[in-house]
């Protein structure tokens, strides 16, 4: 049986991370090196680092909680290393939880 709570809320974290990370790139690095705010690295990078942490404990959670295959999890982490990552982790997601709510109804 397929934790669908977790699964939401594991999904929505990893969308989170995924925008921070593009808003570091996209915005925060700008204003550091072209607008001389270095200050926007340092909160976005941080709110970045928080976010990327839980998303971490997240996946290792899910393997139990969800569950979800060691693989996966291991695909989410090394995922959020990289722009655009969580997005196209997030499409193997939501086809979990679309066969969950199928095989439930």
């Known amino acids: 049986m397929i934790n669908a709570v977790f699964l939401n ?3 929505l974290l990893s969308i989170c ?4 990370t593009l808003v570091l790139f996209g915005v925060a690095m700008p204003l550091k090196y072209f607008g001389g705010l270095p200050m926007a690295v340092t909160i976005v990078g941080s709110l970045h680092g928080f976010l990327f942490v839980c998303l ?3 996946f290792l959670l899910a393997v139990r909680r969800v569950p979800i295959s060691v693989g996966l999890a291991l695909s ?3 995922a959020a290393v990289l722009p655009f990552g969580p997005f196209i982790v997030d499409r193997r997601l939501a086809r979990i939880s679309r066969e ?4 439930e109804s």
């Open 100 to 103: 969950s709510s199928l095989a």
């Open 76 to 78: 989410g982490i090394v």
């Open 17 to 20: 991370e995924g925008i921070s």
């Open 9 to 11: 809320r594991l999904r």
């Open 56 to 58: 971490v404990a997240m």
